[in-house]
């Protein structure tokens, strides 16, 4: 079945270093894929997403490449900050109607001042 | 309203109570989907409705879990002889879009926490 792979976490970075979190996915087709970010005390927020290989989604800073190849959709940051304290998730549809999303685990950042 | 609001946001129950969890989707959005987040997991789909029909509820896990959307707006999420395994987060999430009609933002809610005793 469907399944998304995240790296193990928690990952704790200082203020203004660069950010890698790893996802992997599994799925049969051309799923579209998301990062969301869960921040202390609120909802799931969509960070960004990418529908077809070679998308890059970005947003706040984020990005993150669609690669068909490697089956991958790494999450990167440049330069993270103390309020980019959160824990991520990667997620996949499957489906192509948008209506199931397939979790991965979610990796909780602390971002040191 | 501004967002997806659930209630309550915390529910102690003990082993055999019944509970309901109850969502207040945004004002006209179409769409609704509960997930089930368990303590260090991502979050598991359940079901979902498109207005008051319920399309999809392979993610139930037990025919203890039921939910319905009787209106097409709030959604209620009840769970019979709850057990210590259903013990987790519940999230609701709702999308102004028909689901299969493009790009689909969901917006969740902060979740309901239950906890069996």
């Known amino acids: 079945g469907d399944s998304v792979t995240q790296m193990e976490g928690p990952v704790t970075l200082s203020e203004e270093a660069f950010l890698t979190i790893n996802c992997t996915y599994t799925?049969?087709?051309?799923?579209?894929l998301f990062w969301y970010v869960q921040y202390p005390g609120e909802g799931l927020q969509l960070l960004l997403k990418?529908?077809?290989?070679?998308d890059k989604g970005s947003n706040k800073g984020f990005e993150a490449t669609y690669r068909k190849e490697t089956t991958s959709f790494h999450l990167e940051k440049g330069s993270v900050q103390v309020s980019d304290s959160a824990v991520y998730f990667c997620a996949l549809d499957a489906t192509g109607a948008n209506s199931k999303l397939t979790f991965g685990k979610g990796i909780t950042l602390s971002v040191r001042p | 309203g501004a967002g997806v609001s659930q209630s309550p946001r915390y529910k102690v129950a003990k082993r055999g109570q019944d509970v309901a969890l109850r969502c207040d989707p945004i004002s006209g959005h179409v769409s609704l989907f509960w997930y089930q987040q368990a303590l260090g997991q991502g979050p598991e789909f359940l079901t979902y409705f498109q207005n008051e029909a319920q399309l999809d509820k392979s993610g139930l896990p037990s025919d203890r879990f039921f939910a319905e959307r009787p209106e097409g707006s709030v959604s209620t999420l009840k769970i019979q002889r709850t057990q210590q395994e259903d013990s987790a987060v519940y999230l609701c999430?709702?999308?102004?879009?028909?689901?299969?009609?493009?790009?689909?933002?969901?917006?969740f809610g902060a979740g309901s926490r239950l906890t069996v005793l």
């Open positions: 990418a529908t077809k290989a070679d």
């Open positions: 799925a049969t087709g051309y799923p579209s």
């Open positions: 999430a709702s999308s102004f879009r028909w689901t299969g009609k493009g790009s689909n933002v969901l917006t």
